[in-house]
């Protein structure tokens, strides 16, 4: 199982990135894919959720309106648009999997776990 993200950087505030994540060695197309970070000092959070079909999303309040979580089941990859960026979203971002997830914002619901992408926003 591997999942591999990408697309991290350094940007200016008010910039946009996006991030993907392309999974392996698992049924992607039947697991909910997460995005979390982490920053420096700080436990990991949950910033987005979305579920198998794609059809239903989670967000941390905190980025609503401005983070754009989507899938694609042919490539095996889940993306990440953030817009409008702020120095608080700087933290590494991982991607997870989870084929049972009660709820999208708990990681230990998720089974699998990419190696996390830095994303440093400056002022």
């Known amino acids: 199982v591997q999942l591999q993200a990408s697309g991290g950087g350094l940007v200016q505030a008010g910039g946009s990135l996006r991030l993907a994540c392309a999974a392996s060695?698992?049924?992607?197309?039947?697991?909910?894919m997460g995005w979390f970070r982490q920053a420096p000092g700080n436990e990991r959070e949950f910033v987005a959720a979305?579920?198998?079909?794609?059809?239903?999303?989670y967000y941390l309040d905190s980025v609503k309106g401005r983070f754009t979580i989507s899938r694609d089941n042919a490539k095996n990859t889940v993306y990440l648009q953030m817009s409008s960026l702020k120095r608080e979203d700087t933290a590494v971002y991982y991607c997870?999997?989870?084929?049972?997830?009660?709820?999208?914002?708990?990681?230990?619901?998720?089974?699998?776990w990419g190696q996390g992408t830095q994303v440093t926003v400056s002022s």
């Open positions: 060695g698992f049924t992607f197309s039947y697991y909910l």
């Open positions: 979305i579920n198998w079909s794609g059809d239903t999303t």
């Open positions: 997870a999997a989870g084929r049972w997830v009660d709820r999208s914002g708990n990681p230990r619901a998720y089974d699998y």
